[in-house]
């Protein structure tokens, strides 16, 4: 079999189905796809098949076991149905993974059984008596150092995620984790692959409890899922299950002529952090395979500054925003307020607010008012006056230091994923370009070659502008290019750059046919 280095390997978490997407998982699924079309932006390829991204639904265990129960249907007739709705929100809101795996999948059975095998022959799964603090809700065991009794309360929670824990003793297969933490903790020590650095410090603390890890459930509890090979007795840990699809999706132990391995970024919430910090790596040393470039974790979405609830009734329906704010425009707002080293915060009022004053007033009404008949009788690219120009010093200058600096800057953060801070770079520009557009106010200038060369920066920075949205709002991106006259063999990172020269004078400017993006109105009961 032969490994194929792709570009960038990047993955989501394979998304729990035991409940329709919610504006987290979305999250989620844009700073990977986000992170993709950089990938692909940044090396000039606009081939999605030149990358790999994948993502998909986690179906089987105890909890879906249980809420199928509860909805009156089989498991598998209800993971079809939840993971039916992750495709549906993955369509509508432009997220382009290569491949969407299910653990329902005989594919992905086929290997869980295979690295099931491959670990028992190399002598690492003894089965045994284990015993813990299980929680049903996080489907894992905790130390007792992870539990604690709340005041008042008999029954005992996780310290990390609030959730119920109840002591359990049963015959499970057990794998020895213990014996990897070491090598993980030098990974994560000396590799740099956490992602903010904020993180770090909790991972290395998970990958310093020694443990064994129980790798099965008796099966009379949990039908739901594999079972172990040659025991029908037991049903593989959901967790085992969840993280092999990544070798699922790579064809390592697949029949495939080549193989894509590792994955150059895999991004996580921080709830998961412990299973794709310590477990996945140990597995991956237990199976002599290289382990991920990067880990990047990123925390919660709260609204109106709670944690989302089923039981609260404050779970942000992805589809129920969008019609209010539109696909693009939630898909903005979600990565230019999201905070992956902090708690992010909804509200319908701040997401209008943000659309409106970003994509609708600071790019959208500068394209409107700079590309009107009355400024530009002939609807073409402006051209440059050197001469003329002296004459807009005043704030032209340090806007050109702006626009010549932020490329660089910008790109730092998007290679990090610091998407917030990238988009906040670009709006500082485009306000500072609007200011220059009102200061000289061209529709009141007689010079004719001096508003051609006031036109032709604002062109260039909407240009840059609509070059650098393309991986975060692409429709967006497309429609303010297209009216720029901007063909797609210009849209590359290599043109971000003011250009001085002649290459754009005269050509004629796309149709245009009125905004691209309509402001947003709420009413009073949306918000």
């Not at 986000?34 to 993502?55: A, E, I, P, Q, Y």
């Not at 390592?252 to 080549?258: E, G, R, T």
């Not at 477990?279 to 609204?303: C, E, G, M, N």
């Not at 440059?384 to 032209?396: I, P």
């Amino acid at each position: 079999m032969t490994s194929v280095r792709l570009k960038h390997f990047i993955t989501t978490p394979i998304f729990y189905a035991n409940g329709p997407p919610h504006i987290g998982h979305l999250y989620t699924a844009l700073l990977a796809d986000v992170s993709n079309r950089w990938k692909l932006l940044k090396g000039g390829d606009v081939d999605l098949n030149n990358s790999l991204f994948t993502t998909g639904t986690d179906e089987h265990g105890l909890k879906i076991q249980q809420t199928a129960t509860t909805a009156g249907c089989d498991p598998q007739r209800y993971c079809d149905d939840i993971s039916d709705k992750f495709k549906d929100l993955f369509r509508a809101f432009g997220i382009q993974p290569n491949d969407f795996i299910r653990t329902t999948e005989t594919r992905h059975k086929e290997v869980v059984k295979h690295v099931w095998k491959e670990l028992d022959k190399r002598g690492l799964i003894q089965r045994g008596k284990h015993e813990g603090w299980y929680s049903t809700v996080d489907e894992c065991f905790y130390a007792n150092d992870e539990v604690e009794k709340l005041d008042g309360q008999t029954s005992a929670v996780s310290k990390s995620t609030g959730s119920v824990v109840e002591w359990v003793q049963e015959e499970n297969y057990i794998f020895p984790l213990f014996k990897y933490l070491g090598a993980v903790r030098n990974w994560l020590s000396n590799c740099d692959v956490i992602r903010p650095k904020v993180y770090f410090p909790e991972a290395l603390q998970h990958a310093s409890v020694e443990r064994d890890l129980s790798l099965s459930r008796d099966r009379k509890r949990v039908t739901w899922g594999i079972a172990v090979p040659n025991d029908e007795s037991q049903t593989i840990y959901v967790w085992f299950d969840a993280l092999v699809n990544y070798l699922t999706v790579s064809g390592v132990f697949s029949n495939k002529k080549s193989s894509i391995w590792p994955p150059t970024c895999q991004i996580v919430g921080k709830d998961i952090l412990k299973f794709h910090a310590v477990i996945w790596p140990a597995f991956l040393l237990a199976l002599d395979l290289p382990l991920p470039k990067r880990i990047f974790v990123h925390s919660h979405w709260l609204v109106d500054g709670v944690k989302m609830s089923k039981s609260i009734g404050n779970v942000v329906d992805p589809f129920t925003a969008s019609k209010s704010l539109s696909e693009e425009g939630l898909r903005y707002f979600l990565l230019r307020q999201g905070t992956p080293q902090n708690d992010a915060n909804f509200t319908m009022l701040k997401a209008v607010n943000v659309v409106n004053t970003d994509l609708i007033n600071n790019v959208g009404n500068l394209l409107q008012r700079s590309t009107i008949g009355k400024l530009n009788p002939s609807q073409t690219y402006p051209a440059f006056h050197s001469d003329s120009f002296r004459n807009l010093l005043e704030l032209g200058e340090p806007l050109i230091e702006s626009i010549n600096c932020l490329t660089e800057v910008y790109e730092e953060q998007f290679d990090e994923l610091m998407i917030y801070k990238a988009l906040e770079l670009l709006m500082d520009v485009m306000r500072q370009t609007n200011g220059f557009f009102q200061f000289y106010e061209p529709w009141k200038e007689l010079d004719v070659r001096k508003v051609s060369s006031l036109l032709y920066i604002c062109y260039e920075v909407l240009r840059i502008c609509g070059i650098l949205l393309q991986p975060v709002v692409p429709h967006y991106a497309d429609h303010l290019l297209n009216r720029l006259g901007i063909k797609e063999s210009e849209r590359g990172l290599d043109n971000v750059k003011l250009m001085t020269d002649s290459r754009y004078f005269a050509r004629p400017l796309g149709d245009c046919s009125g905004p691209f993006m309509n402001r947003i109105v709420c009413t009073a009961k949306e918000i």
